[in-house]
């Protein structure tokens, strides 16, 4: 069954406290890189009024996880800069392209969850600072730049991402938020072929071989002589 609400009201039943003002999420204690249910989650400072057919606790705990995937992925973008101007070595015109094409689709999806966390009734927290306190994504080594190192540290970092979606987006299609979960599941995509692109570039044979060049015979005088 629907429920009603009434038009520009908070979604709350009178005389209960907010999850805001408790100082608690779906997803267990507010603070960033925190985890409740598996899922990384970061705070949720403040909470709109909003029409969505959605419970306050669902849309306060996707937000919650929003909030989270918005700080890694803007600490990733901006690390994705910072290789993409520093870059060094001789591959060094690729990688450099490769990193613009990245950040263009990581801003692309920045955008997107901070308007997913928008429509949910939230802040996106969108500064420097508050990216740097939320984010789970370790800082980049500023003395890193030549090529196959950089892709090495964003393969690492990327890995930590794609997991932390994975487990977000168990939570929030657990609590049926299918719209939020649909996002999550396209970024984690993305992230995915990112994280395939650096590391095909680090996978130089398949695991488990010994690491030596194939050895090949020398060709018989014979077949030299019968191929001229």
Known sequence: MSQRYESGASQQPSGQR????????????MGGGQTGQGAPTAPVDRLFPTRSYLPESVRTSSIAVLNQTLADLSAVAMQLKSA????????????????????EEFDEYVDEVAERISALGGRPPGTA??????????????RT??????????????????????E????????????????????????????????????????????????FAAPSTNSQAGSQ
């Open 168 to 215: 977000q987006l168990e939570l929030v299609t657990g609590q049926n938020d299918l719209d939020t979960a649909d996002l999550v599941n396209e970024v984690s995509r993305a992230v995915a072929k990112s994280l395939w692109f650096l590391e095909a570039h680090l996978q130089g044979q398949p695991a488990g071989t010994t690491g030596q060049p194939p050895q």
């Open 84 to 103: 993409h101007w520093n870059v060094k070595g001789r591959e060094f015109y690729q990688l450099h392209e490769l990193f613009e094409d990245l950040i």
């Open 18 to 29: 907010s999850q805001i003002e408790t100082g608690q999420t779906g997803t267990g204690q």
């Open 129 to 142: 600072r508050e990216v740097a306190q939320n984010t789970t994504i370790p800082e980049l080594p500023r």
């Open 145 to 166: 730049v030549e090529g196959m190192a950089l892709v090495s540290e964003l393969a690492d970092r990327l890995a930590i991402l794609d997991a932390n979606l994975y």
